[in-house]
């Protein structure tokens, strides 16, 4: 009986211990891009202009990016809104690794997340049959700015920019 309860005890511990671990995990590589940011764009035709944020939430077990962008008019399209919510969250080790993103265009995008060089954050989709692959690259610029560069590659290795930009850290 104390060998069935010492082991119960044990589970236990290791649960619980597990548990602890995932909800004090950091988000160190993470925390340079948590607060507001804003776009360097000028709104003007060609260049559109928004704003983005990632906070923590659900006491902190997930990062949550929510980013608004507006493209004025040109002559070959009619001004447009783009809106889109990503949600950053950890796997069992409480290693911030995957994403899920959604947007305004019934886009979903499944992310895995990688590190490199202490200044860049890569976000890369999951490979999926007949579909481009996405790549969404936030390197550290200085104390206050960072730059976003969206990629996508049809064969999975040569990539081409989409859209590329600068923004700035701003007050709450």
Known sequence: MKTIISMIFTVFLLTLTTYSQQNNASWDKLNYLIGN??????GKPGEGEGYFSFKLDLD??????TSHSEYPATQDRPATNHDDLMI????DSGNPISAIYFDNENHVINYSITFSNNKDIVFTSDKI??????????????DITVNI???????????????EGKAKRVEE
């Open 37 to 42: 940011w804003k776009g360097e764009g000028s």
């Open 60 to 65: 902190q077990n997930i990062l949550v990016r």
């Open 88 to 91: 950053i969250y950890r796997d």
């Open 129 to 142: 049959p007949d579909a481009p692959l996405f790549r969404l690259t936030y390197s550290i610029v200085d």
């Open 149 to 163: 560069r969206f990629e996508m590659s049809r064969d999975g290795e040569n990539f081409f920019t989409y859209i």
